[in-house]
């Protein structure tokens, strides 16, 4: 059974970096075709796609978030991560890290997610 | 951007009664539409994909129709654990984008 966990700062000041790592158990990261997707969610609001990375390295990225986010994975470590520069407060969200079952296909494992709140 | 569009946004049903969810998508994705269900502080959790295919531990009540641009989510005789909000997905392209979803209370 795979299982994803999210770590990282809780509270993160307007203009610095969000940084999440997602560690997978259970099964390789670089082993199939998975992607390896990061999403968030406001409190009382709906699900974005932040972006995905395959084993390879090889990145996809929402254009919303694109010139502000990078994702790298790390298969030694069976993990990959999240930076997001040049918060606000409009990035305070629930950030769950995922796995996409294939280049076209649905998540069918999620992280719990963890609360990321920017303030000051 | 494929934009998904759900309605209705809420709906609040009587146990037993059916419920009925349409996703609405701004371009064709052909059966490229999974269906989540999230209950409040859980993370979703995938009820069916490409349109019209069960999970294995999914109730049977659930149900998914559709292909191109519309698609529908049926709940056949509502359960008071069936309170969530459901969230159509496309994998279509990129990027991924989900509707805004749809809460369903019961009364």
């Known amino acids: 059974q795979v299982q994803l966990q999210e770590s990282g700062p809780g509270l993160v000041k307007p203009s610095q970096t969000l940084s999440l790592t997602c560690t997978v158990s259970g099964g390789s990261i670089s082993y199939g075709s998975y992607y390896w997707s990061w999403i968030r969610q406001p409190a009382g609001k709906g699900l974005e796609w932040i972006g995905r990375?395959?084993?390879?390295?090889?990145?996809s990225y929402n254009p919303s978030l694109k010139s502000r986010v990078t994702i790298s994975v790390d298969t030694s470590e069976n993990q990959f991560s999240l930076r997001l520069n040049s918060v606000t407060a409009a990035d305070t969200a629930v950030y769950y890290c995922?796995?996409?079952?294939?280049?076209?296909?649905?998540?069918?494992?999620w992280g719990r997610g963890t609360l990321v709140t920017v303030s000051s | 951007e494929i934009v998904l569009t759900q309605s209705p946004d809420f709906q609040s049903v009587t146990p037993k009664e059916k419920v009925t969810i349409t996703c609405r998508a701004s371009?064709?994705?052909?059966?490229?539409l999974h269906w989540y269900q999230q209950k409040p502080n859980q993370s979703p959790k995938a009820l069916i994909k490409y349109a019209t295919q069960s999970f294995s531990g999914v109730p049977s009540r659930f149900s998914g129709s559709g292909s191109g641009t519309d698609f529908t989510l049926t709940i056949n005789s509502l359960e008071a654990e069936d309170a969530a909000t459901y969230y159509c997905h496309q994998s279509s392209s990129l990027p991924r984008t989900f509707g805004q979803g749809t809460k369903v209370e019961i009364k």
């Open positions: 990375i395959y084993s390879s390295g090889s990145t």
């Open positions: 995922a796995r996409e079952r294939g280049e076209y296909s649905y998540v069918d494992y």
């Open positions: 371009q064709s994705i052909g059966s490229n």
